[in-house]
């Protein structure tokens, strides 16, 4: 209830304080299991990689986490050339069924067809031969 104060009416706003309080906390606890995320140079990363780390960040990251198995939308492809069969597909893990599903799309997953050139396809798999 709203007290007086030189005649207007004043809200409490500790109730606003304690929600806000709140969510801060659980972001903060949200966050500690999140990584420093590491530069090229950190990671070593040629400039290919590098280029192809761009792409990634720009048309993959958003549904795919790079550095871990958990997916977000899509899969994680951390170690996605290490695995003998791609995750969902079942597919041999190579450079032809990878640009293949990129190109194409697969799923909820869009096709980069249109998107990426043929040097931009050759960058972004040289940087998921890094994770």
Known sequence: ?????????????????????TVLAFAALAACDVERRKSDAELGLNAQQAAG??????????CHEPYSARGK???????????KYLSLSGLPATDERVTDIVRSGRGEMPGFSQKLSA??????LAYLHTL
């Open 53 to 62: 780390r761009q792409i990634y960040d720009t048309e993959c990251g958003r």
């Open 119 to 124: 040097q931009d396809m050759q960058d972004l």
């Open 73 to 83: 939308k899509g899969p994680g492809l951390k170690g996605i050339y290490q695995r």
């Open 1 to 21: 209830m709203p007290s007086e104060k030189n005649g207007f009416a004043v809200k409490t706003r500790i109730p606003l304080f304690f929600v806000g309080a």
